[in-house]
């Protein structure tokens, strides 16, 4: 079984722009979760969806946002971007029912760096 | 507010020694802590994982002890190999929610 995938890999940006990151869950996966990770605050989760719904979400500014479209498939958008906004985001996904559904499956990442 | 503390930061072990991280935490509505693998450039691999309603677990040559009464749980690596030379990381989740708060992760290297 495929593993989740998120695109691009790598991004380049500068301060003000936009971004948007794609995450694709492992198939039969319906959550899908997105964190933040930089070296000085680590792990931090920005929010998870499931069945097009925002269920839960971190303690980010409202220039985070996110989407799952209908097939799991979500998107993570960034605003304004700035300088503090260059980190690794991993997106994560999980199945909803029957055992193991606690469990959170990783992907790559996306490396974006703001200049 | 950081609410999986982990420690150390980073640890040296010669090559079949024991790795050792622990973990702390305050909230008692955590009932899940997943152990998490990552290497440069990879995302988190789940190592293994634990409920509090059991007080070890092992999986092949990685254990994790867990005391409900002090809020903590460990991670041991046996017979630690070069290949096991990865950043780990604790985490705990809620029954009502799924959301991972991280522990800052351990460096660990294992010298041949």
């Known amino acids: 079984k495929a593993g989740v995938t998120q695109t691009p890999r790598y991004l380049i940006k500068t301060r003000g722009q936009q971004v948007t990151l794609s995450c694709s869950p492992i198939?039969?996966?319906?959550?899908v979760s997105w964190y933040q990770q930089t070296p000085g605050q680590g792990l931090q989760f920005l929010f998870e969806y499931f069945s097009e719904t925002q269920r839960n979400k971190g303690n980010f500014p409202g220039r985070f946002s996110g989407r799952q479209f209908s097939n799991s498939r979500s998107e993570m958008n960034v605003s304004t971007l700035e300088l503090g906004d260059s980190a690794l985001y991993l997106c994560?996904?999980?199945?909803?029912?029957?055992?193991?559904?606690?469990?959170?499956?990783f992907g790559p990442g996306t490396r974006l760096t703001v200049l | 507010q950081q609410q999986v503390k982990q420690s150390p930061q980073s640890l040296i072990v010669q090559k079949g020694g024991i790795s050792i991280i622990n973990c702390a935490y305050e909230n008692t509505a955590f009932d899940y802590f997943p152990w998490y693998q990552q290497f440069p450039g990879k995302g988190p691999a789940l190592l293994i994982a634990i409920r509090p309603d059991v007080s070890e677990k092992k999986e092949g040559r990685f254990t994790i002890s867990f005391n409900k009464s002090a809020k903590q749980f460990s991670l041991h690596i046996m017979d630690s190999q070069p290949g096991d030379s990865a950043t780990y990381f604790c985490?705990?989740?809620?029954?009502?929610?799924?959301?991972?708060?991280f522990g800052a992760g351990t460096t660990v290297t294992v010298r041949a």
């Open positions: 198939s039969g996966h319906r959550s």
């Open positions: 985490a705990a989740s809620t029954f009502y929610d799924y959301k991972l708060s």
């Open positions: 994560a996904s999980r199945k909803t029912s029957g055992g193991g559904s606690d469990t959170q499956y």
